[in-house]
């Protein structure tokens, strides 16, 4: 191998480190993004199970009334509150 041989070889396995970097450093990016976005859908999904909770909840309590216009009114009041507070959650992250 020629010494010009040996330097045009060096120059491409420099090239080539610099696109090996670059592809690096683009997943560790797309990594972070990814992580972040896995975060907030688990603190979504927290606040969904929190909501279904509550709603599983009215739905026993409404099953021990036995006024139908009582228990209607009963599940009124939660479906509302339910809705004030989704709401809320989504002026806060937005």
């Known amino acids: 191998m020629t010494v010009s041989e040996i330097i045009r070889r060096n120059e491409e396995l420099?090239?080539?480190?610099?696109?090996?970097?670059?592809?690096?450093?683009?997943?560790?990016?797309?990594?972070?993004?990814?992580?972040r976005e896995n975060q907030q859908l688990k603190e979504e999904n927290k606040k969904l199970r929190k909501?279904?909770?509550?709603?599983?909840?009215?739905?026993?309590?409404?099953?021990?009334i036995h006024n139908a216009e009582a228990q209607y009114r009963h599940l009124s009041l939660v479906l509302q509150k339910i809705r004030e507070i989704t709401i809320l959650s989504t002026k806060d992250s937005g």
């Not at 909501?51 to 021990?64: F, G, K, P, T, V």
Request: glycine share 0%; aromatic share 6%.
């Open 14 to 35: 420099e090239l080539q480190y610099a696109k090996a970097i670059d592809t690096i450093t683009k997943l560790q990016n797309k990594i972070a993004r990814l992580e």
């Open 51 to 64: 909501l279904n909770n509550i709603l599983y909840r009215a739905m026993e309590i409404a099953l021990q």
